[in-house]
């Protein structure tokens, strides 16, 4: 007599099956290690250009006319970038730098939680142009900052790679709120599905 094929079969032990992980899968360990390698990419970026400028072209501290609208200069700003809430308490370093690794924390934990291409390279941007500029306050008098861009008299507040990096990922982040889906998003269920195919 054939075998009941409706017998009950041996039960799964959790985590038998290949597809089961422990932690992100592969697609969102990819997407984090893409956007940590872009944010060492613009810490990177950010401390070289800084120390070409502290070392090399600022040797002696001067005004650099490039065009009609960009200097290069010299500042130390003792603020946030663009050399917003500016001061010169002696705290004012160490209080900066943790409420901008706090951001960072943060930042990273979000950044475990996405499946999207954009918003995980705007927060590597926002990551790598925060920690430039906390390495700045740690051994400069202030963040070096030697972008100088002006027009009829009027100059924007000097900025540095860092600074751009951040301000870049900012306007990317609000890019991916108010407009989803109208860019690649790199959907980690998109790849996961033609995986599967």
């Known amino acids: 007599m054939p075998a009941d094929s409706s017998a009950e079969s041996p039960p799964k032990t959790p985590g038998a099956n290949s597809g089961a992980t422990c932690g992100p899968s592969r697609p969102a360990a990819n997407l984090y290690a893409r956007a940590l390698t872009l944010a060492a990419l613009i810490?990177?970026?950010?401390?070289a250009s800084k120390w070409l400028i502290?070392?090399?072209v600022m040797q002696p501290p001067r005004v650099i006319e490039v065009t009609g609208f960009f200097n290069l200069v010299l500042t130390f700003n003792t603020g946030v970038?663009?050399?917003l809430l500016d001061n010169d308490s002696p705290w004012g370093?160490?209080?900066?730098s943790g409420l901008a690794v706090a951001i960072v924390i943060g930042l990273l934990i979000w950044l475990r939680q996405q499946s999207h291409l954009l918003p995980a390279l705007?927060?590597?941007l926002i990551v790598g142009g925060a920690l430039g500029n906390v390495i700045d306050?740690?051994?400069q008098p202030g963040v070096v900052d030697f972008l100088d861009f002006h027009l009829s008299g009027w100059h924007w507040p000097a900025f540095n790679v860092a600074d751009?990096?951040?301000t870049v990922g900012v306007a990317l982040l609000l890019y991916d709120g108010f407009f989803p889906g109208r860019h690649f998003r790199g959907d980690l269920s998109q790849s996961a599905g033609k995986g599967k195919n």
Not at 93 to 96: A, G, H, I, M, R
């Open 81 to 83: 970038s663009f050399g």
């Open 54 to 56: 502290l070392q090399v």
């Open 137 to 139: 306050r740690m051994h």
């Open 122 to 124: 705007a927060i590597g």
């Open 43 to 47: 810490i990177v970026l950010d401390q």
């Open 164 to 166: 751009s990096a951040i």
């Open 93 to 96: 370093p160490w209080l900066l």
